[in-house]
Nanobody, 126 residues
Framework: VQLQASGGGLVQAGGSLRLSCAAS????????MGWFRQTPGKEREFVAC????????RYADSVKGRFTISRDNTKNTLYLQMNALKPEDTAVYYC????????????????????WGQGTLVTVSS
């Protein structure tokens, strides 16, 4: 599978962005997906994940209530709607595919993901 993230950019604090992650080369609807982010000098951190069906989601406490993860299996695309953005949300955002097929858990560890997109930069100005 290949993942292509897009939608990053510069936005003012309080604004919104929607990230997309297009998948190809593997049955997208059979595996869970996640979003992670990373800033210079820090480890990559979990943001949100969604199961293969789109019926279950999990969020980091720092984004809960502001970000929404979703997927459209007919379009092989993962989304991250980000509202009420804060300067501390500034990071490179990565989408990733769960290594398990039809997994029942919602993994937050990056070790559970075996395919990664190239990242898209989100910059939130104060």
């Amino acid at each position: 599978v290949q993942l292509q993230a897009s939608g990053g950019g510069l936005v003012q604090a309080g604004g919104s962005l929607r990230l997309s992650c297009a998948a190809s080369g593997r049955t997208f609807s059979s595996f869970g997906m996640g979003w992670f982010r990373q800033t210079p000098g820090k480890e990559r951190e979990f943001v949100a994940c969604i199961d293969w069906s789109g019926g279950s989601t999990r969020y980091a406490d720092s984004v809960k209530g502001r970000f929404t993860i979703s997927r459209d299996n007919t379009k092989n695309t993962l989304y991250l709607q980000m509202n009420a953005l804060k300067p501390e949300d500034t990071a490179v955002y990565y989408c990733a595919a769960d290594r398990k097929v039809y997994g029942s858990d919602l993994p937050y560890s990056q070790n559970e993901y075996n395919v990664w997109g190239q990242g898209t930069l989100v910059t939130v100005s104060s």
